[in-house]
Each structure stands twice: as C-alpha cells, then as structure tokens.
C-alpha cells in the first residue's frame, strides 16, 4: 500500500517531464556504439546534483533502461552492439536486418525491452529482501563457475565449433590478466608499457573486436548495407506484437533469468543475455535456426537485458553493493543526496524509493510507443544511407567511443589493435563474441578462483572448496550441459543420417 | 557430395575443403599452444597467488589448441570449414590503412581535421557504381565536414569529452 500512496507523487509534471528526457536521452547514448550505460550515467550525473534526491534518482534510473534498450539499434542495424549487453541481440539481430526484417527485429526488441524492463521492477518492488539473499549465497567459489559458465555456453552457441569458442573465451580471459593483477598485485603482461598498467579497458576492446571488423567488411561489396523492408512499414507492429505473443513462454523465461543474474553483484546485463539466448535456443523447436535471423534470440537477450536493470538494483539498494558500473553510478548518486542504504530504505526512505520505482515503470511503458516511432525512422535511415557516408559514420563513432570512456588516446590504439586482431581471428573461423566476454568475466573469474584456491589450501581441501555447495554443483552441471549437450545432439542427429547408395548417389546434382 | 544425407542436406554442406582447413586449424593450434606455454612460463616471474590463474589459463590454452588439432585430422567434417573473406580484400586493406593513418595522425593534427580527411577518404575505399565527380566529392566533403563537426561539438559542449586538439602551430 505505500507503493500506490508514493506512487501517485511520481506522476507531477516536472517527474514525467524528467523519466521523458532520461529515458531519450539514455536511448540516444546506448544507441552510440560504445557510449555504454555507465558512460550515459557517469557523463549526466552532475546534471542531478541541482536536483532533489527522488527527481535525480528518477533520471539517472530511466537514463540506464533507455541505454540499455538503446543499445540494440547499432546491434541491429549494424552489427555493433551499443552496449556489451546487446552482443546476443546482433547474433539475430542483424541477420534478420540484413535480409529486410530491421524494422520488425526493432520492434520485437522494444516489445521484449518493455515486458523485462518490467518484469525486473516488479521484481525489485515486491522480491527486493528475498532476491538480495541470493546475492549473499555466492562466494568465491560460485563466481568462478558462474563465469566459466558464461564463457562454455558462448562457445556452445559458436554453432559446431566449440573448441574455437573456448580457445577465443581463454584468449579473453588471458587479455584479462594484462595489467596490475587484482589479487597479488604483480604487473602481468605490460611488456614494460605505462599504458597497459591499468589493464585492456573492457569499452574500447569491445568497440575494437566486435565493430571494427564490421567497419572493414562494409567497405569490402557495393550496394546497400541492408535489404528493403520484406513488408509494408506499417505492418510490423501487429506482426511484432503477434510474435511476442507466440512466443510468450520465452519473453517470460527471459526475464525471470535476467531479474534473477541481474541480482547477482558483477554479473550483469551482458551474461544475464548470453544465458537466457543459450536458454531459448535449447528450448526452441528444432525448425527455429538461432544465430541465423530468429525473433527469438532477439527476444530472449533484449527482454533479459532489460530485466537485469531493475532486478540489479536489488544489491545496489538493500545491501550497498553495486553489482554493476551502472549500479554504482546510481549508489553515488543516492550518497550525494543523502539517502542511506540499507534493509530499511523502504521503511525509512519510502518516499524516494517507491516513487523512484513508480517513476521507472511509467518510464519503461512510455519507452514501447516512443521505441517503436524511433525504430521504424532510425531503421530507414540507416537502410537508406549509402555506404559511403555509413562507413566513415560508423568508423567515426567507433573512434569517439573508444577514446571518450577515459579521454585517453591509449584507448583508440588498443581497440585499433584488437579490432585487426579480431578480424584476423575471424578469418581463421574463430568468433570474437568470447574473447568479449571472457575479457568481461575475467576478473571475476580471477578473484573467485584464487580466493578459492586460498581458502581451500587453507582450510586443506582445495578440490573440495570449488564443489562444496549446491549453487557450485549446479552451475558445474549447466557447464557440463553446455558442453555435453550440443555434442550429444549432433551425435544423436550422425545417427539419424543414413548412407545412400552409391547409385542413388551418382544422380545427385 | 557427402556419404551421409538426410532430406538432401549433406551432413556438414559448410566443409568442402577439410584439408585446406586441417592446415590453417593446425597452424592457429600451434600458435595458440605456443601462446599458452610463453603465458605458463611467464607467469613464473609472478607471486603465486598471481600466477595462479594464468597458468591455469595457458594450461587451457595447450589442451584446447591440442584439440583442435586433434579434431581437425581425427574428425575434419565436424569443424565447420573456414568461410574465405567476400568482396575486395583490397578495399579491406586500403579502409585499414586509412583508419591506421587517422589514429596515427589524430594527437598531432587533432579530432576536426583527420576526421573530415578519414570520412573523405573512406568514402572513396566503399565501390560504387557511380563514378566520382567534382559534385559527388564536395558532397561528401561537406557531409564529413557535418558529421564529424557535429560529433565534435555534442561531444565537447555537452558532454564534457575533451576530444585531441591539433598541436600543430599552423592550424591554432
């Protein structure tokens, strides 16, 4: 009941006035290939200092779901995710973009984006003690297998080339270790050089592997970068509205993984996605061909994504752990205003928490009319835009992304020199999308397996302290799967194959 | 044609030359089992808590790349084949060097100047039917005069990004 009597305080007009412009704002940055959320949050949050703490907290929290749904335009349109949490969203994002069906995978993205947006508030309002319990449940051992997990089931998803997935996730893991270590503090792998003390910068590395090579490719064939639409422009909103209807099970299933990763401190929208893709490809009937222009994986890594927003929150509010760079902006944002954390922000700050939450879900419901307008215009423009000024724009925006994360010229040369690495890797038919995600998990993979190591050789049983609990057993398990399960199905599907007979054979074109 | 079909589908239609991709796959395996034994004999300069984890990552590195080989020769049609580069190799490596070129000159020249030349110049790698003319490279002068000012200024003047100023004396 105190949610609708703060509830109704959310709706003045200066509020709305402030979720609207957060919200465009957030989708115009996260649209930017790599101007990420925490780069929206960081760059206006001095904006809120004038603000008091409930309109500033509204601002910066719509301004972190619009980035986050903004991200899917570049990964849709053109292959470069705006943010890491949209690197799922151009596995089918673009193919379908690419053979005329932008504008619908658009709008089935901001269809999913509002549904988990949702869902992850709804979470956040009325699950925010029980969730934040889960977060306390992992230790240094859980972390480590929840990042190998992440890792083994991208490279499940590199469609038959498994050993090539892991090879790129370890090269991402061993790109992680470059810098000062975080555990011993040994300056690993710097080769003497000052600019790589501080490590691989996550932003530009991302920008230099997965958009890059897309800026290379677009200059290599004529003619336009996307097809025409496959229909009539003012059909695509029935026809996305139908397609999330059809599949329901995995928008719902989607988000329920997103609101429960996004819980977890330091695992985030990006693995939150990469799971529930994984999840929707295995549950989805055999006919659906995933990483081929599906709606379903669209579906599936946007509606997550979007779940982990207000889910991720959880940590963030009840415990004072930011489990994400995002959250932590936020986290400042809430000291600078003087509201303190703790299990008895609702109680005490009631005001400010549930009008925050009120504003959010007005934010996410009014990003569905304004997502789709925006969709079908940008799609256009960007299917009606020659290469010509596509190529450079994109090259462009590639530059400013990489330098504008830390002001540092450093930054450009490191996704410079990834980027050409990453096309390399390409050609000899490894995927980048690992080495990203292995960069992104590698300190969390690092802390859990040498504070576990530690503690296991301290308490005796290191093998044993890697398997001593049920969250460990399980994400062992969904590894194993991950590895097993594909091998097994294309086993089972050799056995399916019969020999022709030579005479069949020989008519065979 | 495969030995094995089903509905007409070959078992694997992506690799038609496993012999050629043997060679590379083995090629990239050796190379990353390298990478692997150079990380396991770096890490040993490293306080043990340190080396931990990149050992175990070069460790991964050997027995995946071993794999890998292995796959190749043992079940070549399993690894999808390696789908050789569309379109102009050329123009690739040209829009590279250009791109090379820009990142290179941009702390002494500065964002505004190399942008715009790197816009021209990339325009001029994409092939188009069209051919260039006087009007069609002053169209796409101005248009990367726009964009890349337009950049400049959202970036500089409202969200407080310092972009490279030129640090030549003939252009301040």
């Not at chain 1, 995600?437 to 504070?451: D, K, R, V, Y």
């Not at chain 2, 040209?94 to 030349?117: C, D, N, Q, R």
Request: glycine share 10%; aromatic share 10%.
């Amino acid at each position: 009941m105190d949610f609708l009597n703060f509830a109704f305080d959310t709706f003045t007009l200066s509020n709305i006035a402030i979720a609207m412009i957060g919200m465009l704002l957030g989708i115009v940055i996260g649209a930017l290939p790599g101007l990420s959320s925490t780069f929206a949050l960081a760059v206006l949050l001095p904006l809120t200092f004038t603000m008091d703490a409930t309109s500033a907290l509204l601002f910066l929290g719509t301004v972190y779901m619009g980035s986050t749904y903004g991200g899917c335009f570049a990964a849709i349109l053109v292959n470069t995710p705006g943010t890491p949490q949209s690197i799922t969203t151009t596995f089918d994002g673009y193919p379908m973009a690419k053979r005329g069906d932008g504008g619908f995978a658009l709008s089935i993205a901001c269809f999913s984006s509002v549904i988990g947006g949702i869902l992850g508030i709804i979470a956040f309002l009325f699950l925010a003690p029980q969730l934040a319990k889960i977060a306390l449940l992992f230790r240094p051992p859980e972390y480590f297998w929840l990042a190998i997990l992440g890792l083994t089931i991208i490279a499940s998803l590199s469609e038959g080339n498994m050993i090539k997935g892991l090879i790129a996730g370890f090269i991402g893991l061993l790109l992680s270790q470059i810098g000062v270590s975080v555990v011993s503090g040994d300056a690993r792998f710097t080769f003497e050089q000052t600019a790589l003390i501080g490590g691989i910068p996550f932003i530009p590395a991302t920008i230099g592997l997965l958009c890059l090579p897309v800026v290379i490719d677009l200059l290599s064939e004529p003619g336009h970068h996307l097809a025409s639409p496959l229909r009539a422009r003012n059909g695509q909103f029935g026809r996305a509205a139908r397609e999330i209807w059809n599949q329901k099970s995995n928008v719902v299933r989607s988000s329920i993984i997103g609101t429960v990763i996004g819980v977890i401190p330091a695992a985030g929208g990006a693995v939150a996605s990469l799971v529930s893709y994984s999840e929707a490809s295995r549950a989805a009937p055999p006919e659906r061909k995933f990483g081929q222009g599906e709606p379903g994986g669209v579906i599936a890594s946007e509606a997550a994504n979007n779940a982990t927003v207000g889910s991720g929150l959880v940590p963030t509010f009840v415990l004072g752990i930011p489990g994400t760079p995002p959250d932590a902006v936020i986290l400042a944002a809430m000291l600078v205003h003087g509201v303190q954390i703790g299990p008895k922000l609702f109680t005490e700050h009631g005001d400010v928490v549930y009008t925050f939450i009120a504003g959010m879900l007005f934010a996410t419901v009014m990003m569905l009319p304004v997502g789709l307008v925006l969709g079908r215009y940008i799609y256009l423009l960007v299917m009606k835009t020659p290469k010509t000024i596509l190529a450079p724009t994109v090259a462009l925006m590639t530059l400013i992304g990489a330098f504008a994360i830390q002001n540092s010229y450093h930054d450009v040369v490191i996704m410079l020199v990834l980027g050409f690495f990453g096309w390399g890797l390409t050609r000899f038919g490894f995927p980048v999308a690992p080495i990203v995600l292995g960069l992104l998990l590698g300190p969390i993979a690092e802390q859990g397996f040498a504070q576990s190591v530690m503690i296991g050789s301290a308490k005796g049983d290191v093998i044993g302290y890697f398997f001593n609990s049920t969250i460990s057993i399980l994400l062992v398990a969904s590894i194993l799967a991950a590895v097993v399960l594909p091998t097994l199905l294309r086993a089972i599907s050799h056995r399916r194959y019969v020999p022709i007979p030579e005479t069949q054979r020989a008519n065979k074109p | 044609m495969s030995q094995f079909q089903r509905r007409n589908v070959p078992i694997n239609p992506n690799n038609t030359k496993p012999g050629k991709d043997r060679t590379t796959n083995t090629f990239a395996g050796l190379g990353f089992a390298t990478l692997g034994a150079l990380v396991i004999w770096n890490s040993q300069e490293f306080e043990s808590s340190g080396a931990v984890t990149p050992i175990f990552i070069g460790t991964a590195l050997i027995v995946l790349s071993v794999s890998l080989i292995a796959a190749s020769f043992l079940v070549p049609r399993a690894i999808p084949s390696i789908e050789a580069p569309s379109g102009s190799l050329w123009r690739r490596a040209i829009g590279a060097m250009v791109i090379v070129v820009w990142v290179s000159l941009l702390p002494y020249f500065g964002f505004l100047p190399t942008s715009i030349a790197a816009f021209i110049a990339i325009s001029f790698t994409v092939p188009t039917a069209q051919v260039w003319s006087v009007q069609k490279f002053a169209f796409h002068a101005f248009t990367a005069a726009a964009v890349a000012t337009l950049f400049w200024f959202t970036l500089t003047s409202y969200l407080g990004i310092a972009l490279p100023e030129t640090q030549l004396p003939f252009f301040n």
